[in-house]
C-alpha cells in the first residue's frame, strides 16, 4: 500500500512562509488533498490537487495565500503557505483520495481520502 510522508513543518511567525512536502513512497495517480486539524477543533479541508492538474480546490481561508503543486516525478506534492497568520496553525495531513467522485465536492470531503500521512505541525506565532 502507498504510504505518505510529510515533511517541511515548523515555528514561523504570522507573515512567514513555509512549504510542506507529502512524498509518496510509490507513483500515486490520485488526487492529493492537504487538511489540518488545530487542537479542539475539526479536521478541515486545505486544499487539493488532481493527477495532472486539471482540478486546484482551496479552502476560502486559505484562498489566494497557499498554492497545491505536485511533481509527479518525484512523487512529490507540495503546500506552499504563504502570509501566514495564527489561525494558521494546526497540524497539517496530506491524503491520497482513494474514493470515486470527480465533483468538486468529492474533493473537499475527507471520506473520499483512504492513505494519510501521519502529519506535521506548523505553528504560526504572533
Known amino acids: 500500500q502507498v504510504q505518505l510522508v510529510e515533511s517541511g513543518g515548523g515555528s514561523v511567525r504570522s507573515g512567514d512562509s513555509l512549504r510542506l512536502s507529502c512524498t509518496a513512497s510509490e507513483r500515486t495517480c490520485g488526487t492529493i488533498g492537504w487538511f489540518r486539524q488545530a487542537p479542539g477543533k475539526a479536521r478541515e479541508f486545505v486544499g487539493a490537487?488532481?493527477?495532472?492538474?486539471?482540478?486546484?480546490y482551496y479552502a476560502d481561508s486559505v484562498k489566494g495565500r497557499f498554492i497545491i503543486s505536485r511533481d509527479n516525478t518525484k512523487n512529490t506534492a507540495y503546500l506552499q503557505m504563504n502570509s501566514l497568520k495564527v489561525d494558521d496553525t494546526a497540524l497539517y495531513y496530506c491524503a491520497l483520495k482513494t474514493k470515486d467522485g470527480t465533483a468538486e465536492r468529492d474533493h473537499r470531503d475527507a471520506r473520499s481520502y483512504g492513505i494519510w500521512g501521519q502529519g506535521t505541525q506548523v505553528t504560526v506565532s504572533s
Open positions: 490537487f488532481t493527477w495532472i492538474g486539471t482540478g486546484q
